[in-house]
């Protein structure tokens, strides 16, 4: 940009071309495989009649351990989208904004269209339900664990 070419936004932050034809590896296996393992363990401690915090803290922790292992497997493309990230930074970051912006607008859309289809269901079964105002420092650090368990939720559904 700097010997006068000019470059559209999207060329801007745009850190490769799509591909043409994907190719199907042993990484993007691991990655299908993520979702059923999941499943599968929720029913696993549902099974096994595990109280709400050890059944929090095991579905937690496998999502974060299953995150882990997907950063790992695409470590090098994640290493070539930050350098590409970083090198159009305030582009970049204005359109995860807007993104995000957008998709809170899509969310709160949702919701309200929702809303009266969803009135008087309990979505939560009371025995999994963790009563917040009988907790002690463990207690909130147990639940500080268990909440990283929806993040790593997320970051997944991305990766897939």
Known sequence: MGDGESTSFLDAVRVEPLPSRLQWGRVDWVV???????????YATQALGLDAWAHGLADSALRVALFA?????????LARHWRGFRRAFWRSAGLVLAAAVLMQ?????????????????NLVDDA????????DRAGVFVLLLISLGPVAMALIEDTV
């Open 128 to 135: 999994m339900r963790i009563d917040v105002t009988t907790l």
């Open 105 to 121: 607008v899509i969310i709160t859309g949702v919701r309200l269209l929702m809303g009266p289809l969803a009135k008087g269901e």
């Open 32 to 42: 299908l495989a993520t979702i059923p393992v999941i499943f599968v363990s929720f």
């Open 69 to 77: 292992v997907l950063v790992w497997c695409y470590r090098e493309l």
